[in-house]
């Protein structure tokens, strides 16, 4: 009789697909709030300039595809991170753990305050969310959303991608750089947010002068001829 090699089905890796979409949809997310800071840095150089670069990226994220993966990622990453606390055999997290799902459990309440000011306003009033007529709704008493907002985000996702690269060579050999740039990316992203807060003050005050201008010009009474 000959031997039969049965070969058994590879079963599905419930633990290991989460784990790999909780990392895909996170890295969808980083790579938004990414872009989104270095739009934020361009305020060093040119509001002008930072108006364009957002009206680029809202090609990509405001169009049906580019929102549904947005939200879906950010869904997703959510209710798999939740999943994975919940599931745990034992609730000592390590420090590390618990202080990034700590930020990550801060993430949704800022994010919704900001979503309020930008796209959900698009959505419902038809708003124009550009840079000129959402950052004086902060400015300056409320600038301590967007800021906290920032560090509370880039903390997080700097956090997960530690974990995720810590055990590559080329990552370990290059360690300070990206340490470095974990640094200056929001640092430079607060600085040109606070410079174009600043610009659009600006702009603001010179029209609001012109106006008083032209209304005195209009009001004044015409000279009395001789």
């Known amino acids: 009789m000959s031997d039969v ?8 890796d419930l633990d290991l697909w989460a784990r790999y979409t909780r990392l895909t949809s996170g890295l969808i997310l980083f790579t938004f709030a990414l872009t989104h800071l270095l739009n934020h840095s361009l305020g060093l ?19 049906p595809i580019g929102t549904t993966i947005l ?9 798999l991170a939740l999943a994975k606390t919940a599931t745990r055999q034992a609730f000592r997290l390590p420090l590390w753990e618990m202080l990034q799902l700590t930020l990550g459990l801060l993430i949704p309440m800022f994010l919704l305050i900001h979503l309020a000011d ?3 306003s698009e959505w419902l009033i038809n708003f124009d969310d550009s840079y000129r007529n959402t950052i004086p709704g ?16 880039w903390s997080h996702g700097c956090m997960g991608v530690q974990f995720w690269l810590r055990l590559r060579p080329w990552y370990r050999r290059s360690l300070y750089l990206w340490f470095a740039l974990a640094l200056i990316i929001p640092t ?12 659009i003050a600006a702009e603001r005050k010179i029209k609001r002068l012109e106006k008083r201008l032209d209304s005195a010009w ?3 009474p015409a000279p009395v001829m001789p």
Request: net charge positive.
């Open 71 to 79: 939200y879906g990622a950010l869904v997703t990453h959510v209710f």
């Open 5 to 12: 090699t049965i070969t058994a089905k590879p079963r599905f």
């Open 138 to 153: 902060y400015w300056p008493k409320n600038l301590w959303l967007p800021i906290l907002l920032v560090m509370v985000v």
């Open 188 to 199: 430079m992203a607060i600085g040109g947010f606070l410079a174009a807060g600043q610009a």
């Open 45 to 63: 150089y040119s509001l002008d300039v930072m108006e364009q670069v957002q009206d680029w990226r809202k090609i990509v994220t405001r169009h």
């Open 218 to 220: 209009y009001q004044a």
């Open 118 to 120: 930008t796209r959900a």
